[in-house]
């Protein structure tokens, strides 16, 4: 008998080539999905149109802004989450700081300068060792071109709209872990351990050596981490 679906959502400016290494691991036991977050420009817009296609019940991964739409999809259709994996991701709506360069990101992109994005992201987005992999740094260039300007400002749009989700994690009843890269300086550590100590029953898997996109950056690791998750 074939597990239940797994749906994953990417980050900001990532496509399915963010989960890749997870989707060829988990692929040949259940059904896996990866949704399109790039087509709606607020949180509940983009967690309607991903519940409108999914399964009628799956367990639930995101990354960064995938996990934003995760906790998103968790307080519209809890009954339809049978576990919850959030990676590299917070429950803190954005402060002034964040705002700020959210802004100036969607002013570039708009006045066409959209390939220089990356170049901004990629310092924050990878630990400093992989910000020297060509191979790594292929892909997240990759991911930002099948992306594309219109799609990233209405992420953008998005994650700036989005609600402080703390107040509603206690709320969450299904198995729950949360993942972060112990290099990661966009939702450190210390945001992990806040969001799994406000949802009962959460575990921690810190992934050694690994920035923000610890999927590609370090997959044999977070694939366990998730083989775990989707055994508890």
């Known amino acids: 008998m074939m597990s ?3 749906l994953l959502i ?9 989960w890749e290494p997870q989707v060829a691991a988990f692929a040949p036991a259940r059904p896996v999905v990866v949704a399109d977050h790039g087509r709606a420009d607020t949180m509940p817009r983009i967690a309607a149109a991903i519940l409108a296609e999914a399964p009628a019940r799956f367990a639930l991964a995101g990354l960064s802004m995938g996990g934003y739409v995760a906790m998103e999809i968790l307080r519209r259709a809890p ?13 803190r709506a954005d402060g002034d700081e964040a705002r700020a360069a959210r802004l100036q990101q969607i002013d570039i992109a708009e006045r066409g300068g959209f390939d220089r994005i990356v170049d901004l992201q990629i310092p924050r987005l990878l630990s400093p060792a992989h910000q020297r992999d060509d191979r790594l740094v292929a892909i997240v260039r990759r991911m930002a071109a099948d992306t594309g300007a219109a799609a990233f400002v209405r992420q953008q749009s998005a ?18 872990v949360v993942i972060v890269g112990d290099e990661d300086v966009i939702t ?16 921690v898997e810190t992934i050694a050596a690994s920035g923000h996109l610890s999927t590609i950056e370090a997959p044999e690791a ?11």
């Not at 990417?10 to 963010?18: F, H």
């Not at 107040?167 to 009843?173: D, E, V």
């Open 188 to 203: 450190p550590p210390e945001l992990a351990r806040e969001m799994a100590e406000a949802i009962p029953g959460a575990v």
């Open 10 to 18: 990417p980050g900001l400016n990532c496509t399915r080539e963010l």
């Open 79 to 91: 009954e339809r989450v049978e576990r919850l994996a959030l990676l590299d991701t917070q429950a």
């Open 222 to 232: 977070v694939t366990a981490a998730l083989a775990r998750w989707l055994d508890r």
């Open 4 to 6: 239940s679906p797994l």
């Open 159 to 176: 994650i700036l709209g989005r609600i402080d989700s703390r107040p509603s994690l206690a709320a969450i009843g299904c198995p729950t």
